[in-house]
């Protein structure tokens, strides 16, 4: 079956402009969860979504980050009035269950370049 | 709280030669931990993972991980190195509901 898609792969912006960012997991994965990769580094938590609620919101950066999901399917993450230092890829993973053994699935990433 | 140490931030290895990537983890109950590797302009790719069954994980392209409970090791090793295996290679830990803390990462570079 199809893997995790997002979209767009590439997003260049201005800075102060807000960016959607969408995430569409695997069919039947009730578990979302939204990582950021600045250049030369790990990935960073961002949120995470058990079906269309977010218990843990702990990673997002600052209030200018949001991110909401429709029932257990299309996931978006918005960043209003973008700054420079948001520039990063932006990676949406999926699994079955919420749990720390269950395999996460990655989609291909965001790369987002704020001018 | 867990995090991970990846102990190298780059490892130059021959083909044909042997492959060790370290990582140590620190967590506050049993965990569970992965190895990802990430190809340029490529997505992220599970190696293997341990969950508390065998300590020693087999994984796909021939790597393997021995989780080590009383040295905090969950090093990454292949006996033999392809140039294909050159990538970044990530150490991961991961919390009860699913969040992954990643490592810096390992740059892999293979020469002939």
């Known amino acids: 079956g199809a893997g995790v898609s997002q979209s767009p792969s590439n997003k260049v912006t201005e800075k102060g402009k807000d960016v959607e960012l969408r995430c569409d997991p695997i069919?039947?994965?009730?578990?979302l969860y939204w990582y950021r990769q600045r250049l030369g580094q790990g990935l960073e938590f961002l949120i995470y979504?058990?079906?269309?609620?977010?218990?843990?919101k702990s990673g997002l950066p600052s209030d200018r980050f949001s991110a909401e999901r429709t029932g257990e399917s299309v996931s978006t993450l918005t960043i209003q009035r973008t700054q420079q230092e948001d520039s990063a890829v932006y990676l949406c993973?999926?699994?079955?269950?919420?749990?720390?053994?269950?395999?996460?699935?990655f989609g291909p990433g965001t790369r987002l370049l704020v001018l | 709280a867990q995090s991970v140490t990846q102990l190298d931030s780059h490892v130059s290895v021959s083909e044909g030669t042997p492959v060790l990537l370290r990582c140590n983890y620190s967590?506050?109950?049993?965990?569970?931990l992965f190895w990802y590797v990430q190809h340029p302009n490529k997505g992220l790719q599970l190696l293997l993972k341990?969950?508390?069954?065998?300590?020693l994980v087999k994984g796909i392209n021939g790597f393997e991980a021995e989780f080590k409970k009383s040295e905090t090791s969950f090093h990454l090793t292949k006996p033999s190195a392809h140039m294909s295996d050159a990538a970044e290679y990530f150490c991961?830990?991961?919390?009860?509901?699913?969040?992954?803390?990643f490592g810096a990462g390992t740059q892999v570079v293979v020469t002939p």
């Open positions: 993973a999926s699994s079955f269950r919420p749990e720390g053994g269950e395999t996460q699935y």
């Open positions: 069919s039947g994965h009730t578990a």
């Open positions: 979504f058990q079906g269309n609620s977010a218990p843990d």
């Open positions: 967590s506050s109950y049993s965990p569970s």
């Open positions: 341990y969950t508390s069954a065998a300590t």
């Open positions: 991961v830990v991961s919390a009860r509901w699913g969040k992954l803390q």
